[in-house]
């Protein structure tokens, strides 16, 4: 060994512990995507609805603010299950546009610079990298989706009393079954297609396509033989069929009764999707020995 080579001492520092060694991956990619400005103006739109929903819980049970607007408390909108669905409908199709701009940039350019081997080669199993990628989407889908519509769960029982809460504390639990459902099947996907497609803008246009070519076929199989088995194959109908069932609200799509999906069949697509996805991706990150 070389005499400078003796200068070489091991690293002494602190060790960050071995449960939180995924949010490392995290923070780094959260930092990149916050560096675009345009992506910080949509995801301040994306709670442009919510402060909306809660202005208009305010109204309700503020008599004071009615009378200076000229508004009667019969003229808004009634605060019951179906209110919060719609507050989900808009967070959730938010959630899509979010997941074709963040997604398929996560595991796309580990794969692309054959980055995958050297985490891997350190104390960081294959669990902890995929965990690591799917966190900043997790937690920037849950910013939008499910926490303000909880946090407005909270401000309209905190108002409306013990009361409404015994005819609607139901909805809370709606509130987190489609968000984390809607959460996992996105991101599980948007990893999938990540690692399988290295280059990010074809990566961001098969996701996208995910939902819009599948739509159409499915209307055309449903339409041609009569039965609602073609959206079996449409992750969004899936969505909003498990959606209607969770809010009590059946059929809001509006579907010719044939073309409705039961609840149970909605259920199983999407934990189909979902396997399909994690299959995908546990084929592609693995570690390998690159032999020169």
Not at 81 to 98: E, K, S, T
Not at 139 to 145: P, R, Y
Not at 194 to 220: D, H, T, V, Y
Not at 276 to 283: D, E, T, Y
Request: glycine share 6%; with cysteine.
């Amino acid at each position: 060994m070389a005499v400078y080579e003796h200068t070489y001492r091991p690293y002494e520092g602190p060790v960050s512990p071995s449960w939180s060694r995924f949010l490392i991956l995290a923070r780094y990619s959260l930092g990149d995507v916050f560096h675009s400005r345009l992506f910080s103006g949509f995801f301040a739109m994306c709670f442009v609805c919510p402060v909306i929903m809660g202005m208009l819980i305010y109204l309700h049970y503020n008599a004071s603010a009615l009378s200076i607007l000229g508004v009667r408390e019969l003229d808004l909108v009634t605060i019951d299950g179906g209110f919060f669905r719609i507050l989900m409908y808009f967070q959730v199709a938010l959630a899509l546009v979010m997941t074709v701009i963040v997604g398929p940039s996560l595991v796309s350019r580990d794969m692309a610079n054959n980055a995958v081997p050297l985490y891997l080669a350190r104390p960081f199993s294959r669990f902890e990298y995929v965990i690591g990628k799917m966190s900043p989407l997790v937690i920037l889908l849950s910013a939008i989706t499910w926490v303000p519509a909880m946090l407005l769960f909270i401000l309209q029982v905190s108002l409306a009393g013990r009361e409404w809460w015994s005819v609607y504390g139901w909805v809370g639990g709606a509130i987190l079954v489609v968000g984390w459902t809607w959460i996992l099947v996105l991101t599980l996907m948007a990893l999938a297609l990540s690692a399988w497609i290295k280059w990010r803008i074809g990566a961001s246009a098969a996701l996208f396509g995910m939902f819009i070519i599948p739509n159409a076929l499915a209307f055309q199989i449903s339409a041609l033989f009569r039965i609602p088995w073609g959206h079996m194959i449409n992750p969004w109908i899936l969505l909003q069929t498990v959606m209607d069932g969770t809010f009590r609200q059946p059929n809001r799509l509006g579907l010719p009764l044939w073309m409705v999906l039961p609840e149970w069949a909605a259920w199983a697509g999407l934990a189909a999707i979902a396997a399909i996805s994690l299959l995908l991706l546990a084929r592609k990150v693995r570690a390998y020995e690159v032999i020169s």
